[in-house]
């Protein structure tokens, strides 16, 4: 039987499920970001103070986990195309973990982002490790993305967050044209910082890793377009409805291009069907 008799789609397996539980946590971010300041049930509150730079940080990650959310429900997952998704994603599992265990003086106190590490680490475990999908055949047509559009946008994602990670401190000084981006330091907005900056690593690892065609981009170009204008919208807002040049536009357009390009301009032609082979044979 060939590997095209086998494909599977993302749908009903574990990608599912770990879609479903991300798009939870994005629209948490988005419409209920009170859940993070008080206890729920057995967990404890993850933040003690809100202010307009965390609901700027929240709004612009929740827009990136949207999009990893839906590349994971759209992307058919085999032992290749993983592999950098996964990795990404286990190192976001296991910093936001390390960092919840480090801000409670190294004793485990039940939170929300232990939560978020679990589903994360579920799903770079299935897209890297247990892919529901064989290795593709290969073909002249079929090409790797190294060297075009998704190889930049992957670039700069990681540039980006190597850049929130080891040097936030530039997010809190204007830079050039640009002016800073928050006011105020605080320990749980660098937390908040840090974990943004992962999920855009498992992103930009996921748009290098993948081989995009017509079908696979679509879910994760939809939600990149939903970001890109979700962060910038949220952005123009938070200044009173004037433009005042800021880092999260030029993440917004990264973003937005990125999306452009496994929506409407992907590198890879439409996978053929195994009723469409047995024709050409």
Known sequence: MSAFCVAKMAHGNLSDLVFFALLAISAQWVFLPGMLYEDIGPLKAQFTTKSADMHAIMA???????????????????????????????????TIAYKSFKADSDVFVPRLFYVYAAVI?????????????????????????????????ALSLIIASMGCLFYP??????????????????????????????????????????????????MAGFGGFLASGYTAYSSFQADGGVFVPRIFY?????????????????????PEKQSDKKKSK
């Open 250 to 270: 030029v993440y917004s357009a990264v973003i937005f291009f990125g999306a452009l390009h496994i929506f409407a301009f992907p590198s890879n032609p439409k």
């Open 121 to 153: 680490a579920v799903g770079a475990l299935h897209i890297a490790v247990l892919p529901s999908n064989p290795l593709p055949p290969k073909s002249k047509e079929t090409k790797n993305n190294h060297g075009n559009a998704s190889d930049a946008v």
């Open 169 to 218: 401190e530039h997010l809190f000084i204007d830079v050039g044209p640009f002016k800073a981006q928050f006011v105020e330091k605080s320990a749980d907005l660098e937390t908040m910082i840090r974990f943004v900056a992962c999920l855009m690593l498992t992103l930009g690892l996921i748009i290098s890793g993948v081989k995009w065609n017509p079908i696979n981009g679509k």
């Open 60 to 94: 612009f990650g929740a827009g990136v986990i949207l999009m990893i959310a839906l590349a994971f429900s759209g992307v058919k997952w085999n032992p290749i195309n993983g592999k950098m998704a996964g990795f990404g994603a286990f190192i976001t599992a296991g």
